[in-house]
């Protein structure tokens, strides 16, 4: 299986995944008319469907039990962008604690993440895939956080960092748990990548909390979409300014309960 794939928070999107997800699609499309079929409102009352407060994504442990995540990283070098790679393996060390923190007060065990991968080219991803366009992707099978280093200020870069380790997060704690009675269609996926942007926010607003400012205002003024976001990445992660109003939240509040996209109404994550 492959792991999210993220895109340049400040760059254009590419174009790719059509291709890949049609069979996916078709299969939603098979399910969702089945479902339609035995009557709209079973997934509501099973209490698994996306957005249901009670469904088990949205009542995980992990909101009640944890408070701030610590998002001190003393061991970044002075100068973020001088070597942008010494900069994400000292961020990455960072996150690793401050997730065990954050997963021990509820009493859940944090794993590193099975590799690090800081790649020049998506090709040397661990789970990379035909599909190119990306600047970071997580693979759930061996928990591999990849990220691509290119030319440039470090924060963009140490951002995606940061949201593939929420990706890591989700995994490892269950909230992403693919075995369920959930329908996991793009609605599904922006949820997850919307409470991974308001993640990242929460664990690095005390390292960049101007740039994080810089970021939100730029997906909130249409950034993306000017700048030529494909629709269908829209379709997965949500709109810059579903992206923008999450990272406030996770910016604001720091901790893993402001960023329960799981029980959002929907045009909180459109
Ligand atoms: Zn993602």
Same mark, same amino acid.
């Given at each position: 299986m492959n792991g999210p794939r993220d895109w340049p928070a400040g760059g254009p999107r590419r174009r790719?995944? &059509?291709?890949? /997800?049609? *069979?996916?699609?078709?299969?939603?499309?098979?399910?969702?008319?089945?479902?339609?079929?035995?009557?709209?409102?079973?997934? @509501?009352? &099973?209490? %698994?469907?996306?957005?249901?407060?009670?469904? @088990?994504?949205? %009542?995980?442990?992990?909101?009640?039990?944890?408070?701030?995540?610590?998002?001190?990283?003393? /061991?970044?070098?002075?100068? *973020?962008?001088?070597?942008?790679?010494? /900069?994400?393996?000292?961020?990455?060390?960072?996150?690793?604690?401050?997730?065990?923190? %954050?997963?021990?007060?509820?009493?859940?065990?944090?794993?590193? *993440?099975?590799?690090?991968?800081?790649?020049?080219? *998506?090709?040397?991803? @661990?789970?990379?895939?035909?599909?190119h366009g990306w600047a970071g992707i997580y693979c759930p099978e061996g928990r591999v956080v990849n990220v691509l280093v290119e030319e440039g200020r470090a924060f963009p870069m140490m951002f995606t960092l940061a949201h593939e380790y929420a990706h890591h997060v989700q995994e490892i704690s269950g909230i992403a748990d693919r075995r369920g009675s959930e329908v996991f269609d793009e609605a599904w996926s922006r949820r997850l990548e919307l409470?991974?942007?308001?993640?990242?926010?929460?664990?690095?607003?005390?390292?960049?909390?101007?740039?994080l400012r810089e970021q939100r205002r730029w997906l909130a003024r249409g950034g993306e979409e000017a700048d030529g976001r494909q629709a269908e990445s829209r379709e997965s992660h949500g709109s810059g300014a579903s992206s923008a109003a999450w990272m406030l939240r996770g910016q604001k509040e720091g901790t893993v309960r402001a960023c329960n996209t799981w029980s959002a109404p929907a045009d909180q994550v459109s």
């Open positions: 790719g995944a &059509i291709r890949r /997800t049609l *069979p996916a699609a078709l299969a939603f499309a098979i399910i969702l008319g089945g479902l339609a079929y035995l009557g709209g409102d079973l997934q @509501a009352l &099973i209490g %698994t469907a996306p957005g249901s407060p009670r469904s @088990a994504a949205a %009542t995980h442990r992990l909101y009640e039990e944890s408070g701030p995540v610590d998002g001190r990283c003393d /061991t970044l070098p002075p100068d *973020p962008d001088a070597d942008v790679g010494r /900069t994400l393996r000292a961020l990455s060390r960072c996150l690793d604690r401050m997730w065990a923190a %954050t997963l021990a007060e509820a009493d859940l065990d944090y794993a590193r *993440p099975g590799e690090v991968r800081l790649v020049d080219r *998506p090709r040397e991803a @661990a789970c990379g895939t035909d599909d409470q991974a942007d308001c993640l990242a926010a929460a664990a690095l607003r005390t390292v960049g909390p101007i740039l």
